[in-house]
């Protein structure tokens, strides 16, 4: 098992409020899952894939990478492993706008530190074919449509070959139609790579590519299951 | 890549960097052009006084430069001196010594009279080696018949309206303590940039000064010059071995209080310049922690995926040296010309100093300015480090800063 999220708790203050995000979640995720968790806003999806993502730690409960307990592991910990074994794909594509596409994916190989030039260069190239941006690699984001920069992004979040990649509502700011090819393109990775997939969306005609699909509402799961 | 970040970074917002820059280009401007100006000050000052009126070595009997406040004329040398002007000449020919009376005198016009520094010399000889601008009349000591020659500083001649030809009355005490005095032609004006001699000066011919004083042959003290600085240590020593009852006062004594001077204006723009080097740095600071702040998002998602915060702080860090050197290098390259214009032209402060003969003593009135290598690149560093220190703070902030809560933005 890949993860393993069990009766996760996570509340925030607010004020002298204290909110409940998350309300006791568990769920396994398998090797290679394409998955999708959906619910309204405020149902705790983007709260789900920050802890998932080790950008958080959960006020109770466990939730294992691996067999790794992230609740146990340090901030510096939590980095290398973000860094060496999960991709992140944002809703703004969150892309450097001073590099171009190619340097916006072969930064994520840099930050690694485990790869010469050559072959950063090398696996840059590979990933930005396989996403179809070879026409525009040497663009910098500012000269990509919405679908070309969640492209690179995807690319980015790819090119370490990562074993889980989350992608918080990663169609939310595109077109229908470019919103459909870019989770046909993440299918295709996923099973291509056999890399975990993990994405929230509210978009039906998204959620339909999904395999497994994970309801929540009010911070619990209400349902999950295969497609 | 982080480099690549850094560097285009500064083009996100160019006016932004140009401004934070700014701080920087300034800052070393001013280093450059107050260094090389403190330094052109002293060693324009220190020139001057050794080409126009101490020279490199000034010797002189036992104790006359500890009593020379007093101008007291109880220290002279005469059978001394003639042996010193003698040797000095078979072992140094291409140098010069020139033997010289100097005393406190009143001048007066007739109408004005004003205390002013006599000194004897041998016109001829003295003013081959003191290089003295001739400002009006001749320097030869040719008088007319029965008239006794006079010289007179530039700056006491305009204070009298005097032109060449005009008579003066010198009053003195003689070496007995008598008073004495003598009527001269004010045969030349001459200017040496050197308060002392502009503001204070009178020359007049030796033979005349010892008559006055009722010295006979007798002299002060006598004026070693030679081409370069280095050869006042063989002046000293070969004196010191030949003539070890003299005492002797080489250019940097004498120099010393105009340095002792220097030191505390220095120390004064120091602290002026640490001011400016301070609001510099506090005005990166907040430029760099607003350009920060604008990318939050950025440097969460950069942290998301794995930078580490020595990665990030070397991003910012590496932004600011950038700037700093942007600035920096800006500030050299505007301020290096200006002093080097200035090396060649100097500064004249003459009219400055006009009136005001005791603030004058410590300056020369044209200073050159004295860039050098080391003022260039101290300046360029300091550039440098301070806008690195200014970009400390936002990069450690925004290091330490959740990734997540980064993201929020």
């Known amino acids: ?227 | 890549m982080i480099f690549k970040i850094a560097f285009r970074n500064l083009f996100r917002n160019v006016r932004r960097s140009l401004l934070t820059a700014g701080a920087v280009w300034i800052a070393v401007f001013i280093l450059i052009f107050t260094g090389a100006f403190l330094k052109g000050f002293e060693e324009s000052t220190v020139a001057v006084q050794i080409k126009t009126d101490t020279g490199l070595l000034r010797v002189a009997a036992r104790n006359y430069f500890s009593q020379e406040n007093e101008w007291s004329l109880d220290q002279t040398l005469k059978k001394e001196a003639e042996d010193f002007l003698q040797t000095f000449a078979e072992q140094f020919p291409r140098d010069k010594a020139d033997p010289r009376v100097t005393f406190r005198a009143d001048i007066s016009d007739g109408q004005f009279t004003t205390r002013v520094r006599g000194v004897g010399i041998n016109p001829d000889h003295f003013f081959q080696t003191f290089k003295m601008a001739l400002t009006q009349g001749s320097l030869k000591a040719s008088a007319e018949s029965g008239n006794i020659p006079l010289w007179m500083g530039a700056a006491l001649a305009k204070d009298f309206g005097a032109k060449a030809g005009d008579y003066f009355t010198l009053t003195a005490r003689t070496r007995h303590g008598s008073y004495t005095a003598n009527t001269f032609i004010l045969q030349g004006i001459v200017e040496g940039g050197n308060p002392v001699v502009d503001f204070l000066s009178v020359y007049l011919p030796l033979a005349e000064a010892q008559t006055l004083l009722d010295m006979s042959a007798e002299i002060t003290e006598i004026v070693v010059s030679g081409e370069r600085r280095k050869k006042s240590r063989a002046f000293e020593s070969w004196a010191a071995e030949h003539f070890p009852q003299l005492d002797r006062q080489n250019w940097v004594e004498e120099s010393r209080p105009i340095r002792e001077i220097n030191t505390v204006r220095r120390k004064v723009i120091r602290i002026l310049l640490g001011g400016i080097l301070l609001i510099a740095l506090s005005g990166i600071a907040n430029t760099m922690l607003m350009a920060c702040f604008e990318r939050k998002k950025e440097i969460g998602m950069m942290k998301a995926l794995g930078l580490s915060s020595s990665g990030l702080v070397s991003l910012i860090l590496i932004e600011g040296v950038l700037i700093g050197i942007l600035g920096a290098g800006l500030g050299f390259a505007t301020a290096w010309p200006v002093v080097l214009w200035l090396e060649v032209h100097g500064i004249n402060f003459g009219r400055f100093l006009e009136g005001s003969t005791s603030a004058a003593v410590s300056m020369a009135s044209q200073i050159f300015f004295f860039p050098t290598a080391w003022l260039a690149l101290r300046a360029f560093l300091t550039g440098v480090v301070v806008a690195s220190l200014a970009t400390l703070y936002p990069a450690w902030k925004f290091a330490k800063t959740h990734p997540l809560e980064a993201l929020r933005g």
């Open chain 1, 1 to 227: 098992m890949l993860l393993q999220c069990q009766n996760v708790v996570k509340t925030y203050q607010q004020g002298t409020q204290e909110v409940r995000a998350l309300r006791g979640v568990s769920l396994n995720l398998a090797e290679g899952e394409f998955a999708a968790v959906v619910g309204p806003s405020g149902s705790g999806k983007s709260t789900l894939l920050n802890l998932l993502g080790c950008l958080d730690i959960p006020t109770s409960g466990d939730i294992l990478f691996e067999t790794r307990a992230i609740t146990r592991l340090s901030d510096n910990q939590r980095s290398i492993l973000r860094n060496e074994k999960i991709g992140f794909i944002f809703q703004n594509f969150q892309l450097i706008p001073v590099l171009s596409a190619f340097e916006n994916v072969e930064f994520a190989l840099q930050i690694q530190g485990r790869f010469s030039a050559a072959e950063r260069r090398e696996q840059t190239q590979s990933i930005i074919k396989e996403v179809g941006l070879e026409d525009a690699r040497r663009r910098r984001p500012s000269e990509l449509s919405g679908g070309q920069q969640q492209r690179v992004a995807i690319a980015r979040a790819l090119v370490k070959k990562p074993r889980l990649v989350l992608a918080d509502e990663p169609t939310a700011n595109l077109d229908s139609k470019t919103a459909e090819d870019i989770v046909a393109l993440m299918l295709r990775l996923n099973t291509e790579h056999q890399t975990t997939f993990l994405f929230s969306t509210h978009d039906n005609r998204v959620m339909r590519y999904a395999r497994r699909i994970l309801t929540l509402k009010d911070g619990q799961i209400e349902e999950d299951h295969g497609v």
